[in-house]
Nanobody, 123 residues
Framework: QAQLVETGGGLVQAGGSLRLSCAAS????????MGWFRQPPGKEREFVAA????????LYADSVKGRFFISRDNAVNTLYLRMTSLEFEDTAVYYC????????????????WGQGTQVTVSS
């Protein structure tokens, strides 16, 4: 059974930066496209960023483009999300997810999910 564990969340002031990590216990991690999603307080979960299994073709939500950067290290089965110029509106629980259904922004296409890490941006 695959397991994804997010770390790196916390409290940060607006304008600051954080890097989230997602450690994957998946034997074939390098065959999974990976994504980051987030759920702001009182709202539905939304797409943030995604990357192919080989580390290319990143996709970003318009709201984070140019501020957030997704990357991965298949040698250590880890996905990252570097978040810069954080805004109050970035406050959310952040989730990583894995899929072999092709690179996608659609939540329903992802097979495995982590339990999330809280990011709180103070204004």
């Amino acid at each position: 059974q695959a397991q994804l564990v997010e770390t790196g969340g916390g409290l940060v002031q607006a304008g600051g930066s954080l890097r989230l990590s997602c450690a994957a216990s998946i034997r074939t991690f390098s065959t999974y496209d990976m994504g980051w999603f987030r759920q702001p307080p009182g709202k539905e979960r939304e797409f943030v960023a995604a990357m192919t299994y080989w580390g290319g073709s990143p996709l970003y939500a318009d709201s984070v483009k140019g501020r957030f950067f997704i990357s991965r290290d298949n040698a250590v089965n880890t996905l990252y999300l570097r978040m810069t110029s954080l805004e109050f509106e970035d406050t959310a629980v952040y989730y990583c997810a894995a899929t072999r259904n092709g690179l996608t922004t659609k939540e329903i296409e992802y097979e495995y999910w982590g339990q999330g890490t809280q990011v709180t941006v103070s204004s």
